[in-house]
């Protein structure tokens, strides 16, 4: 293989109740599939930094270091009173529930918290991740953006209750601006608030928030991932957000 593939968007059981790898787990299997590197993106956290990169230092494997934040606010207004976030389409026809932009079928109708509501950790249980705020992954590329993002990660603690990491598009603006390209920016595939908006039909809307986002990282530091998983509502999904990273060129 001359390509060798590097993955950046691995959680570990840091991040709780979404994975139970360790630290030193992650980095062992990335050397048994032969990665190019690894970067560790724990949910609102750095606790698994450093048995993380002591691992990967030990492994000799290119290591970098992220968090995954919720975002507490829409990048963009919303469209015909539409509120985010929005479940994508499951089911039979979850490949075709979007045709030219427009929803084939109504969005469903279902009680959902306000983005700029608070929610604590111990109130969370039950409610689905689609129901949560979007995501969006800040990745430092070197100890000065490591610096960086610890800095960003405990302003945003600072905003949000016990046990809960929401950040504003406000703050990570103004962090960057006084870091200015320390960070790197991904919108998660399947959870970001571009692949909500797809999913709700909203092509100008995902195209405004990369636009902002775009203008947030600075230095074209901004990265839509792709994933290929091969799940039913995956298909659809893959060819908007390539169409639209090849419309943003």
């Known amino acids: 293989m001359t390509d060798r593939f590097a993955e950046l968007h691995a959680k570990s059981a840091f991040s709780f ?21 690894l970067a560790l993106v724990d949910e609102g956290s750095l606790s698994g930094a450093v048995r993380f990169i002591r691992a990967a230092e030990a492994a000799q494997l290119p290591a970098l270091l992220g968090v995954e934040f919720e975002m507490a606010d829409p990048a ?35 009680q959902r918290r306000p983005l700029d509501e608070l929610v604590p950790h111990a109130d969370r249980r039950g409610v689905a991740d689609a129901e949560l705020g979007p995501r969006l992954v800040a990745l430092a590329v070197d100890e000065r953006g490591y610096r960086s993002l610890a800095r960003l990660l ?7 209750s016990k046990g809960v ?3 504003r598009h406000a703050l990570l603006e103004d962090h960057l ?46 990265h839509l991932e792709l994933s290929n998983r091969q799940l039913r509502g995956d298909a659809w999904l893959l060819d908007e957000v390539v169409a639209l990273a090849h419309a943003e060129q």
């Open 177 to 222: 601006r006084e870091y200015p390209g320390s960070l790197i920016l991904i919108a998660p595939f399947d959870e970001s608030e571009i692949a909500r908006r797809l999913a709700a039909g909203d092509r100008a809307g995902a195209r405004a928030v990369v636009e902002r986002l775009a203008a947030t990282a600075l230095r074209g530091a901004l």
């Open 76 to 110: 963009v207004p919303d469209i015909d009173g539409i509120v985010l976030p929005l479940p994508r389409p499951r089911g039979a026809d979850a490949d075709a529930a979007v045709l030219d932009g427009v929803a084939r079928q109504p969005l469903p109708q279902r």
């Open 17 to 37: 109740l979404r994975a139970t790898a360790t630290p030193e787990a992650l980095v062992a299997r990335a050397m048994e599939l032969g990665l190019r590197g």
């Open 165 to 167: 990491t929401r950040l």
């Open 154 to 160: 405990s302003r945003s603690n600072l905003e949000a």
